[in-house]
Structures are given as C-alpha cells and as structure tokens.
C-alpha cells in the first residue's frame, strides 16, 4: 500500500484538529484569564456575579465553533460512522484549507474577545448600571468568529460536493 493513498484523510483530519484545537486552546485562556477578572470584582461585591459571569463566558464560543467545525468535516470524510472512505490528496487539502478560516480566525478572535471581556468586566465593577454596553464590546469581536465559522462551514459543505 502506497502512503501517499492515505494522505487525503490525513490532510482532512489535520484540518479537523486545528478547528477544534486552535480555538479551544484559545478560548480556554481566555475564559479563564477573564475569571480572574470576574472573581476579583465577585470578591467586592457578590452581587455582580451574574453579570461578570456572562461577559467571562463570551470568549468560549469560539472553542464550541471549532468543534463544530470538526464534526462537519469529521462527518463529511465518514470518520464519525466508522467508515471513512479513501479521499484523494487534493481533497483533502480542500478540507484543510476549509477548517483554516474557523482554526486561525477562531484563536485568534478568542484572545482578543478576552481582552475585551476583562475591560467590560472592570467597566461592571465600576458601573453595574452600564452592563448593556458593556456587552456590547466583545460582542463585536464576536463578530468574526461567526463570519469565519460560516465561511467553514460553506466550504465544507462545498468541498464533499466536489469529484476531484
């Protein structure tokens, strides 16, 4: 058996695994660099919790679009039913290729959402009354993440339709 026969499903499945790790690895210090932020403000006043908790959690997103991203191509190739098919090589760069807008985009917006979500969270602590626009600015990082996990997701969706 020729290895280059194989380099298709390897090529799909790296994609696959950026995805999913890139962004979690982001989003999981981001979270928790924002917690540190969230319990300092709890630590004074209790009654913010709720409030600091929403804006700790917002960088996390990303860490779910990637995974996403990785079950739709995991799905796609037939790795997640037991019986992935043989992929030629070109394919599996095309899956590849697919995954990178939500695995780079994903960790990098993830760590800029926490950097805004710690800003947020001393503007809560402050100023419990402006939670409203608070939000408001990791939200707009928010922003290209989801635009980066549509882009996956179409060319995914587009790469299975393709014969090549």
Do not use: W
């Amino acid at each position: 058996m020729n290895i280059f026969n194989n380099l298709g499903i390897v090529f799909a499945l790296l994609g696959a695994v950026l995805a999913a790790l890139m962004p979690g690895i982001a989003s999981a210090k981001g979270v928790g660099a924002a917690g540190q932020a969230a319990a300092g403000v709890v630590t004074d006043d209790p009654a913010k919790f709720g409030k600091v908790l929403v804006l700790q959690l917002l960088p996390g997103t990303q860490g779910i679009y990637g995974l996403l991203i990785a079950f739709i191509t995991l799905s796609q190739i037939g790795i997640m039913g037991g019986s992935a098919t043989t992929i030629s090589a070109v394919k599996g760069l095309l899956y590849l290729c697919s995954c990178l807008p939500m695995a780079i985009v994903g960790y990098k917006s993830a760590l800029d959402q926490a950097k805004a979500s710690i800003s947020s969270i001393g503007l809560v602590a402050k100023r419990p009354d402006q939670f409203g626009k608070a939000m408001i600015f990791p939200a707009m990082v928010e922003t290209y993440a989801i635009l980066a996990l549509l882009v996956s997701i179409l060319s995914v969706g587009g790469v299975g339709n393709l014969h090549v």
